[in-house]
């Protein structure tokens, strides 16, 4: 089936650094996107999303950069703080009206 | 209450026990959905249901049993589980099917003994 992943599995920065967080997706048909985090002891947070007519949106200290020519989803997070420290899941649509697939997540770690 | 809540937060049963989780959306949403979240694992989608109707039943084992009274609430009724299925269950609501922001609640953490 279908399948979203990620690149690295465990991501340790410094703190006031900036974090880049990868993930390739596998369904061409998909055109929505959505970066969660996820705290220990918590469910997944929405963080942002982007859907396939835009390759680019910025939040408060996130931004999200999609390529649909290499199906490449990042989201970077500027000036990396410690409540930063989560897990990080991509999630994509795999095109109109379907449910949505998970990556396996990135663990974010801030050095301090 | 607002936001997506689940009870109990954590549970620990036995393989023969009868137990249910419970997930509550104060969201107005018309869908809702269970996951299975395990260790190394990407999320899992398990059930969903858009206006109280189940419409995907992810191939999981019948010792599941969802069930969705009306559109606020979710239950997933657990029977004869097996220690393969501990895991944190997390229930989520969105505005609809497809593609909708999804909220997520807290989990239950389900360790079966």
């Known amino acids: 089936g279908e399948s979203v992943g990620l690149h690295l599995p465990t991501l340790s920065v410094q703190e006031g650094d900036n974090s880049i967080i990868n993930c390739a997706y596998s369904n061409s048909a998909s055109d929505y996107f959505i970066w969660y985090k996820q705290e220990s002891g918590k469910g997944p947070q929405f963080i942002i999303d982007i859907r396939s007519n835009m390759d680019k949106r910025q939040g408060q200290r996130v931004t999200v950069l999609l390529n649909k020519t290499v199906k490449h989803l990042s989201l970077q997070i500027a000036a990396t703080q410690p409540g930063d420290s989560a897990v990080y899941f991509c999630?994509?649509?795999?095109?109109?009206?379907?449910?949505?697939?998970f990556g396996p997540g990135t663990r974010l770690s801030v050095l301090p | 209450e607002t936001g997506v809540t689940q009870t109990p937060r954590h549970l620990v049963m036995g393989m023969t026990n009868k137990k249910s989780l419970k997930c509550e959306q104060h969201?107005?949403?018309?869908?809702m959905y269970w996951y299975k979240q395990s260790a190394k694992k990407p999320l899992e989608l398990m059930f969903v249901y858009s206006l109280e109707e189940r419409v995907e039943n992810n191939s999981v084992p019948s010792r599941f049993s969802p069930e969705c009274p009306n559109s606020s609430h979710l239950f997933l009724h657990l029977h004869t589980l097996q220690p393969e299925d501990s895991a944190l269950y997390l229930c989520?609501?969105?505005?609809?099917?497809?593609?909708?922001?999804?909220?997520f609640g807290p989990g239950t953490r389900l360790t079966v003994t």
């Open positions: 969201l107005g949403h018309n869908a």
């Open positions: 999630a994509e649509n795999g095109g109109y009206g379907q449910n949505f697939v």
């Open positions: 989520a609501s969105s505005s609809g099917t497809g593609s909708y922001e999804q909220y």
